[in-house]
């Protein structure tokens, strides 16, 4: 049977660390899974690091990706997800979307016969936090209970971290201001996993008090731009930079999915800064979608 990966919820805990470790693997390899495979890509947004580490990871593993845009496609709109999942299906090994809504992905995941992978939903962002949680253990961090801190919006970036902690003990804690919490039903079920211990600090410099990692995001994402400024105004105590940093440990990873709107959400200096991985995080969404789509539709 197919196995799609829509969310951090669709892995169990030794199908995290066995994707981690095959990451590792295929770091190296020159082993073609994907060969003579074609994956369909389909984009109802903007995107750098999603797109081309899925093309390049595609040709790396021997196959070969047909990227689409979403004014070529009308994802839902000139024809429904159900039709173009069959369609695709008939064409394609597996199919990367990144959409406005969730639903879509849901919709698609139902009616293709092959694996369907999120490259980004209002929801969440699977491939990133398990690029993140990569970064972490290749930076020696990942332990049980590593301290995460994260400052912002409450978006999808924070909805797969709330996943990821019902499955691996994390201690997470939010410094969200009131308004932008995480989905609430996400946010449920990550505390009565009790996997993790998870907090929503209202203060930043409580929540990134003695951090192992200091993640945040863009304060308004993709989709959200007619509500820009207020969001500004909103969040402006909420900025990572390096007076906030110092509390955090003195060998903390300041982390970032990128892009970021330096200045806002970032200053230069914590993003440029000596503690910074954000590079190391974009790199890794390569390797570690490599052993996704070798997993899932190389079926390795
Ligand atoms: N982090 C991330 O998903 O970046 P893109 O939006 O550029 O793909
Ligand atoms: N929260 C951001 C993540 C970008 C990778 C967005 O959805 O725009």
Redesign the pocket.
């Known amino acids: 049977m197919k196995k799609d990966f829509l969310s951090i919820a669709d892995l169990s805990k030794d199908e995290i660390f066995e994707l981690l470790a095959l990451t590792d693997s295929l770091k190296a390899a020159t082993t073609k899974p994907l060969s003579g495979k074609t994956v369909a890509l389909i984009f109802q947004k903007?995107?750098?690091?999603?797109?081309v580490s899925f093309e390049v990871g595609v040709v790396q593993l021997g196959g070969h990706a047909v990227f689409l845009t979403d004014e070529g496609v009308g994802l839902g709109v000139r024809e429904s997800a159900s039709d173009v999942a069959h369609v695709l299906s008939r064409f394609n090994n597996g199919i990367v979307a990144r959409v406005f809504d969730h639903q879509l992905l849901l919709d698609l995941a139902k009616h293709a016969t092959v694996p369907v992978i999120n490259a980004?939903s209002d929801l969440s962002?699977p491939c990133?936090i398990l690029a993140d949680i990569y970064t972490i253990q290749q930076h020696k961090k990942l332990r049980d209970y590593v301290k995460i801190a994260y400052v912002g919006d409450g978006n999808n970036i924070v909805n797969s971290w709330l996943e990821l902690s019902s499955i691996i003990p994390l201690h997470l804690t939010l410094a969200i201001p009131h308004g932008y919490e995480p989905d609430k039903a996400i946010y449920e079920k990550a505390q009565n996993a009790r996997v993790s211990k998870i907090e929503i600090i209202r203060d930043p410099k409580n929540a990134v008090n003695k951090a192992d990692v200091v993640y945040t995001d863009t304060w308004t994402s993709m989709g959200q731009e007619q509500e820009r400024t207020k969001r500004i105004y909103d969040f402006w105590e909420y900025q990572v930079n390096t007076p906030l940093i110092r509390h955090a440990k003195e060998d903390v990873l300041v982390m970032h999915?990128?892009?970021a709107h330096r200045g806002e959400e970032i200053t230069n200096e914590a993003l440029d800064g000596r503690q910074s991985v954000v590079n190391d995080q974009a790199e890794n969404r390569l390797h570690v979608q490599k052993a996704i789509m070798a997993k899932l539709i190389g079926k390795i």
Do not use: E, G
């Not at 903007?46 to 797109?51: A, F, G, V």
């Open positions: 903007p995107s750098l690091r999603t797109r980004l962002h990133q999915c990128l892009p």
